[in-house]
C-alpha cells in the first residue's frame, strides 16, 4: 500500500511565494509547516464529520494511491478517511531501468522561461503530487517538476550518505521502513573551514529534500567521545534549545530536531576525582588493574544515569563539552532514550547472535562493537595505551545487512583495538566481511592490515578532510584498502569494476568568488548619526568586467528596460559611477585608503586564528559542494554515486553484493 505525506506546497506558495533566497522567507516557510493543518473527514465532503485533524508531516496510508479528484482517500491509525488531494503527497522512490541499467532519472521542470533538469538518482525520494499514465508532477531534492511515471516505485532502498565533514565522521542512514539513523556529525560549525557539517547534510535533507520543518531522527549516535565526532551533532542539539543565541545556526532552516534515542559508546570523559578508588585515569573514569588489560570500569548507560552525570560535583560527573553535549541531548527531549551500544565478550564467545539495534522484516542493523568484558557484573573496556586509542578504539561498530548485502561503519577503529576485536571474535572473524566499508579512522596509517582482509569491502569509503593537520588518508592505507578489498574485472570490456575507493574530501569542491565590489547602506560610523550609502572597490578599476561594475539595482533596472534602450542606459550608469571608482582604485593605490577584513580561521578541534587580510581582491566562498557519497542498495545490487560538478551529473558505479 502506498504511503503518504501531509504536505500543501501549493497553499505555502500562494502564502510565501517560491523564493528560498532569504533566511527571514525560509523561517516564515518552516513556520507555516508548522502552524498548518487539514481536516481528515467521513466521506469525499467538507460537509462531513471530521474524524482527525492532520498536521504537516503526519503519515497516512492511500489504498488508492494519490487521486486525480479533489479528495484521496486515506487511513489513519487503521480508521479511513477522506483528505484534500491538495494537502497529500504520494511517497514514491527512483527506481532503476534493469535492461537499460539506467541508474539516473531526469525531473524536467521550468523556471526563467525555459525548461531545466535537475537528476535523480535510484532510490531518490519523490513526491508525487499529480499522477498521470506517462508522466508524474512531483516535487524531489527540492525541485517540482516532471518524472516520467515508469521511473517510480514504492520500493524503498537502504541508503547511507557518507557526508563530507572535513576531520571526523558524519553518516546518515535511511532505512527501507523510514528510519532515520544520524552516526557524528564531525566538528562544530564554528571550528569547519567551509561552516558546514553533518548539520547542515541533515537539514537540507529534512527542510529541502523532505519538505519538512523539523528533524525527526530515529537515532542519534555518537560513535565516541571525539569532537570532531560529535561536534555536529551537538549544533543540532544547540540549534533547537538555543537558536536565537547562534546566529551562524540561522543557516539551519528547520525548526527543531525529534530525537527517539540517544545511542552513544558508553566510554567517556569523566572529571577526575583525586583520591578515588579506584583511580581515575587520563579522563576516562576509574580503572581497575587485571592481569591481562587493566580495564575502565566506569560506563555511561542510560537516561537515568546521564541525568545523574550532568549533575555539577556529581560523585561521578562527566566533563568538558563532553558533559554539554549529553546535557543538550538529555534537555533537547524529555522523551528521548538513552542507550548504551555495546556487545559482551562472554556472549561473543560462546556463539550468541550479535545484538541488533534494530531488526524488522527485510534488514537488520548489527552491534559488532565495542566489545565489553563483564567484571563483577559491571561491564568493562580494556585499556589500549594512550588516551586517543582508547576513546577511538573503542568506537561503536555496525553492520547493515539488506538481502545479500553488508554495509560496515567502523568508527575510528585503530591497530590496539582491531587486535583487541580479532581476539574477542577469534573463528568469528567472518562476521566482519562486507561489501561496503567506512575506512577506520579516516585513513590512519595504524591500522591492522589482516583486520582490513577480514572486512575484504568491493567499496571503501575515506571520511577525511583538508587542514586538519593529520595528512589522512595515508598513501599506504588507501593502497591497502584496495589491494585488501574484493576483486572483480571485467575481462571482456578490460574494465576493473572492484575494489572502489572513495575519499569525502576529493569529492567535495567549493566555488570561489573574487570579491570587487562592495555596495552597503544604512551603515552609522562611530562619530556621527548620519546613514551612509555607498560602494567600496575590491579589485582595479580597468579589472572589472563593464558588467560586472553594475550594483543588483542598477542590472535590475536595466533589464527592465527595452532591449534597444538597454545599451545605452548600461553606459549611462557606468559613465556616472566611473570617477568614483578611479578616485577610489588611486587612494588605494597611494595608501591613503585602506580596506581590511577581521577573519577568523578555524585552527581544528581545539581553537582558531584571528587575522586581518586586505579587502583588496579578497575571495568569497559562492558555494561549498558537499563531497557525498551515495551507498544504496536494495540487497542484491550496490550502487556507489557521487556528483560530477562539472557536468551536473552523477558518477555512478554498481556491483553485485554477494556478502551474505
Not at 529 to 558: C, F, M, W
Request: hydrophobic share 35%; glycine share 8%.
Amino acid at each position: 500500500m502506498a504511503k503518504g505525506w501531509i504536505r500543501a506546497y501549493q497553499e505555502e506558495a500562494d502564502a510565501l511565494g517560491f523564493s528560498d533566497a532569504d533566511y527571514q522567507v525560509r523561517n516564515d516557510r518552516a513556520e507555516f509547516r508548522r502552524d498548518f493543518t487539514t481536516d481528515m473527514h467521513v466521506s469525499a465532503s467538507g460537509n462531513s464529520n471530521v474524524r482527525h485533524t492532520l498536521r504537516w508531516g503526519d503519515e497516512v496510508e492511500l489504498p488508492s494511491g494519490i487521486a486525480s479528484t479533489n479528495w484521496t482517500r486515506v487511513i489513519v491509525n487503521g480508521e479511513t478517511g477522506f483528505v484534500h488531494t491538495v494537502h497529500l503527497v504520494e511517497v514514491a522512490f527512483v527506481n532503476h531501468l534493469v535492461d537499460q541499467e539506467a541508474y539516473t532519472a531526469p525531473l524536467t521542470y521550468f523556471n526563467r522561461g525555459r525548461n531545466h533538469t535537475v537528476t535523480l538518482i535510484w532510490g531518490d525520494c519523490v513526491q508525487i503530487m499529480e499522477r498521470g499514465d506517462n508522466v508524474c508532477r512531483v516535487r524531489a531534492r527540492g525541485f517540482t517538476g516532471d518524472v516520467a511515471t515508469e521511473r517510480l516505485t514504492e520500493e524503498a532502498l537502504m541508503s547511507v550518505y557518507f557526508i563530507d565533514v572535513g576531520q571526523g565522521d558524519g553518516i546518515l542512514v535511511n532505512t527501507p521502513d523510514g528510519r532515520h539513523l544520524l552516526i557524528d556529525g564531525g566538528l562544530e560549525r564554528s571550528k569547519q573551514h567551509t561552516g558546514k557539517n553533518a548539520a547542515d547534510f541533515v537539514d537540507w535533507k529534512f527542510y529541502k529534500d523532505y519538505g519538512d520543518f523539523r528533524i525527526r531522527l530515529d537515532s542519534l549516535m555518537a560513535s565516541h567521545s571525539d569532537n570532531d565526532h560529535y561536534g555536529g551533532l551537538h549544533d543540532l542539539v544547540r540549534h533547537n534549545s538555543q537558536r536565537n543565541n547562534f546566529l551562524a545556526d540561522r543557516e539551519l532552516d528547520c525548526l527543531g530536531v525529534d530525537i527517539t534515542t540517544f545511542h552513544h559508546p558508553g566510554l567517556s570523559r569523566w572529571e577526575n576525582r583525586s583520591g578515588a578508588n579506584p583511580t581515575h585515569h587520563d579522563g576516562l573514569g576509574p580503572r581497575e588493574l587485571d592481569t591481562d588489560f587493566n580495564y575502565f570500569v566506569r560506563l555511561l548507560e542510560d537516561r537515568a544515569d546521564a541525568e545523574t552525570s550532568i549533575i555539577n560535583n556529581a560523585t561521578t560527573e562527566l566533563s568538558g563539552p563532553w558533559k554539554y553535549f549529553v546535557r543538550d541531548v538529555l534537555a533537547n527531549d524529555a522523551n528521548t532514550e538513552v542507550v548504551r551500544v555495546g556487545l559482551d565478550r562472554d556472549a561473543l564467545q560462546t556463539g550468541a547472535e550479535l545484538p541488533d539495534l534494530w531488526s524488522v522484516d527485510g534488514y537488520a542493523v548489527k552491534v559488532l562493537g565495542p566489545v565489553t568484558v563483564d567484571r563483577g557484573g559491571l561491564p568493562s573496556l580494556p585499556d589500549l595505551g594512550p588516551k586517543s586509542y582508547n576513546t577511538n578504539g573503542h568506537s561503536i561498530c555496525l553492520r547493515l545487512d539488506i538481502g545479500n548485502a553488508s554495509i560496515m561503519l567502523t568508527g575510528d577503529l585503530n591497530k590496539p583495538s582491531m587486535d583487541w576485536l580479532n581476539a574477542c571474535y577469534g573463528d568469528r572473524m567472518g562476521a566482519w566481511l562486507c561489501d561496503v566499508a567506512k575506512a577506520c579512522h579516516h585513513g590512519s596509517h595504524k591500522i591492522s592490515y589482516r583486520f582490513l582482509e577480514a572486512m575484504r569491502p568491493a567499496a571503501t569509503v575515506i571520511s577525511s578532510g583538508d587542514a586538519e593537520g593529520h595528512a589522512h588518508p595515508r598513501p599506504e592505507i588507501v593502497a591497502a584498502s584496495a589491494i585488501s578489498g574484493r576483486v572483480e574485472i571485467d575481462r571482456d570490456n578490460d574494465v576493473l569494476l572492484t575494489p572502489l575507493v572513495y575519499s569525502t574530501e576529493i569529492e567535495r569542491s567549493i566555488s570561489l568568488g573574487t570579491v570587487h565590489r562592495l555596495d552597503y547602506s544604512g551603515v552609522t560610523t562611530e562619530d556621527d548619526n548620519v546613514t551612509h550609502s555607498g560602494s567600496l572597490l575590491g579589485r582595479h578599476y580597468r579589472a572589472i568586467n563593464q558588467k560586472a561594475l553594475l550594483s543588483p539595482t542598477e542590472t535590475d533596472e536595466i533589464e527592465a528596460l527595452p532591449e534597444a534602450q538597454q545599451s545605452n542606459r548600461s553606459r549611462a550608469i557606468k559613465k556616472a559611477n566611473r570617477s568614483l571608482f578611479r578616485e577610489q582604485e588611486q587612494a588605494i593605490l597611494d595608501r591613503t585608503m585602506q580596506l581590511k577584513v577581521g577573519a577568523t580561521i578555524p585552527q581544528g578541534p581545539l581553537g582558531a586564528k584571528f587575522k586581518w587580510l586586505p579587502f583588496w581582491r579578497a575571495r568569497v566562498m559562492e558555494k561549498n559542494h558537499y563531497g557525498l557519497v551515495n551507498v544504496r542498495t536494495d540487497g542484491e545490487t550496490i550502487m556507489c554515486a557521487t556528483m560530477d560538478e562539472t557536468q551536473e551529473d552523477w558518477i555512478v558505479h554498481t556491483f553485485p553484493a554477494r556478502t551474505r
